[in-house]
């Protein structure tokens, strides 16, 4: 009896086990079956993921995908997602597949792995692979400073009709370094022609007997350039009475034709300043809270004045605007409206009247409080690019892409810093790329690869036409360092900033006072793996 009971005993076991071996076996089967591949066009800032569906399992497949991570190896589903991305599309059945990936670091080394899924299963993997993207190659042609004993500071950088440079700012230095003119009062309008390797065509100081400062220009129809700034001076061989707004026309060679000190209104501050069509100029400044717009005359004469009355940010004293000229040739305005918390964006024609205008609600825009700095162009499609720094409570930097018709079209969020502002923004027209450039003294976080050098260092950044991350660069030495202006002449940059850093790093040459005007010339390409 008690053989008999063990037998039934043992056949039940095998039976069981036999049992459990079918099911295993019939839930492998409702998995699918994918293979890992090596990635592909691989660059900077980018890679192609590639996989194969072998076998669909018991189910169609639904979802099929990548994940990725600089910092963890992906053997498996991710238990916790931090530093870990992923990319997904439907899943169009059995066969090979890929996606692209963006936002990456240069020269680094990223692991990845495939999934996929039906109904009948969890996620499967394939064999986890890496690749590396390429490095930076930067070649920097230029690197001069300008100034004497004193502080002397660029501002603003513009191609002349000629070719050369032109390089806009203010001095308070004698003749000294390689400063070749001296100051009139405590401190000047400084501007400087440079040809293309950085050399001094001319020089020239302009002012009266307190500090005068230029922070714009432009070319004018004759050859020459309208230089614009302000003014704290009162007399003086280059002032016509006290007026805080200050314009000095030059010719070519940096000779005065005239010189005019404006009172536009109570305490105005000159913004910018632009050439029209028909002859004149196209000044911008703010008071409080309104903006004006003023016509200025090839001679010097102000034909009229308006002003845009508007709460741009209730409680200060004055606000931060952007202006550039339109596709059209008409005036682009950026500011921040405290009372509705929206970015408003002007369109201005030559006759000071607005013709179109958009309203962004700041929740769609990382809830900006106002604007701490920012730029404003339009590229070739008539889409408005916007570099913003928010200033509020929640600093924040980033790069927006809006219509015609004020939709975000993308958003780069960059920093979610104090420790980073935006000066300039410029368009690459070889290959429509966007460049921003400013300081920072920020280390390394998510868009910024590279230690700080100093205490401030000057930071380019470049992005695709679609707002993806390509590459960043700090350039610095052991202090105080930061990019003002920048523009494009064929492939080079020409960066203009200040510099007070010694030589060292990426500053090659030591500074002569307690600031220097600074100018770099680089470009950049990759070196593949």
Not at 37 to 49: P, V
Not at 220 to 238: M, N, P, Q, Y
Not at 339 to 360: H, M, S, T
């Amino acid at each position: 009896m008690k053989f008999i009971i063990c037998f039934f005993s043992i056949s039940f076991f095998f039976i069981s086990c036999k049992k459990d071996a079918i099911l295993d076996s019939q839930s492998n089967m409702d998995n699918p079956i994918i293979s890992n591949l090596q990635a592909s066009e691989i660059h900077l800032s980018s890679a192609k993921l590639n996989a194969s569906i072998l076998s669909e399992g018991s189910t169609p497949t639904q979802t099929r995908g990548f994940y990725y991570s600089s910092e963890k190896e992906i053997a498996a589903k991710p238990i916790n997602m931090s530093g870990i991305s992923q990319v997904a599309e439907q899943s169009k059945g059995k066969g090979d597949y890929s996606l692209t990936i963006q936002n990456l670091k240069p020269n680094t080394s990223y692991y990845f792995n495939c999934f996929t899924f039906n109904s009948a299963s969890s996620e499967v993997f394939g064999k986890q692979l890496t690749f590396k993207t390429n490095s930076l190659l930067t070649k920097t042609t230029l690197n001069k400073v300008y100034g004497g004993l004193g502080y002397d500071g660029f501002y603003k950088l513009i191609k002349t009709k000629d070719g050369n440079l032109l390089a806009i700012g203010e001095s308070n230095s004698s003749k000294s370094g390689n400063k070749i003119t001296g100051d009139n009062g405590k401190g000047d309008g400084w501007v400087s022609k440079l040809d293309l390797n950085g050399n001094i065509i001319w020089e020239k100081n302009f002012g009266g007997n307190n500090r005068d400062y230029f922070i714009d220009g432009c070319n004018s129809i004759d050859g020459g350039f309208l230089l614009a700034g302000g003014s704290a001076s009162t007399t003086g061989i280059d002032i016509t009475g006290y007026g805080q707004i200050y314009l000095v026309k030059i010719d070519n060679n940096g000779n005065k034709i005239w010189a005019k000190n404006l009172n536009i209104g109570t305490y105005n501050y000159f913004e910018s300043i632009f050439p029209v069509l028909g002859g004149g100029y196209l000044l911008t400044s703010t008071a409080g809270q309104s903006c004006s717009f003023t016509k200025i005359e090839e001679n010097g004469n102000v034909s009229w004045t308006k002003k845009l009355n508007f709460d741009f940010y209730s409680g200060l004293a004055s606000f931060e605007i952007s202006t550039t000229k339109s596709n059209d040739g008409n005036l682009l305005i950026l500011g921040y409206n405290g009372n509705n918390n929206a970015l408003v964006i002007f369109k201005i024609n030559n006759n000071g009247e607005i013709i179109k205008q958009l309203e962004i609600p700041h929740t769609s825009l990382n809830n900006i409080e106002y604007l701490s700095s920012s730029k404003i162009i339009e590229n070739t499609n008539g889409d408005l690019i916007l570099a913003i720094t928010n200033g509020g409570s929640a600093p924040n930097q980033t790069i927006y892409s809006i219509n015609p018709s004020g939709k975000i079209v993308w958003n780069l969020r960059i920093g979610d810093s104090i420790f980073l502002e935006i000066y300039d923004l410029v368009q690459s027209i070889t290959n429509n790329q966007y460049y921003i450039v400013g300081t920072s003294n920020q280390n390394i976080i998510k868009y910024k690869t590279e230690i700080s050098r100093g205490n401030n260092d000057g930071f380019l950044m470049a992005i695709d036409e679609n707002g993806n991350y390509l590459f960043d660069k700090t350039f610095g030495g052991n202090d105080q360092d930061e990019f003002r202006s920048a523009i494009f002449i064929n492939n080079d940059i020409f960066i203009l900033g200040n510099s007070n850093s010694n030589a060292g790093i990426e500053k090659n040459t030591t500074s002569f006072g307690l600031n220097d005007g600074w100018l770099i010339k680089t470009s950049f390409s990759e070196e593949s793996k």
